[in-house]
């Protein structure tokens, strides 16, 4: 059994900040991806950014320059910084975890900018 424990989420004014964290615990063997996700009221969840475990890093156009994606393997946890937050990146935010054979999603997180 694996979970997906997320935090960091909350109200925000435009230009604001938000630091996501998702942390995977249980019977986890090798952990491949991990990935950021957003759901918008009414629209399809869509991938915001994915990291490999050797490091790589893999961004959605619309937050390339402000959002940084990173992980720490040692303690199986998976980091969103938010930076020039938009009231268009207001959503639920859910991460997801691969590993050999299956994939892994979190309860999400949600993330409300003002304008």
């Known amino acids: 059994q694996v979970q997906l424990v997320e935090s960091g989420g909350g109200l925000v004014q435009a230009g604001g900040s938000l630091r996501l964290s998702c942390t995977a615990s249980?019977?986890?063997?090798?952990?491949?991806?991990m990935a950021w996700y957003r759901q918008a009221p009414g629209k399809q969840r869509e991938l915001v950014a994915d990291i490999t475990s050797a490091g790589s890093t893999n961004y959605a156009e619309f937050v390339k320059g402000r959002f940084t994606i990173s992980r720490d393997n040692a303690k199986n946890t998976v980091y969103l910084q938010m930076n020039s937050l938009k009231p268009e990146d207001t959503g639920v935010y859910y991460c997801k975890l691969v590993v050999v054979g299956a994939n892994y999603w979190g309860q999400g997180t949600q993330v409300t900018v003002s304008s």
């Open positions: 249980g019977s986890i063997f090798r952990i491949n991806t």
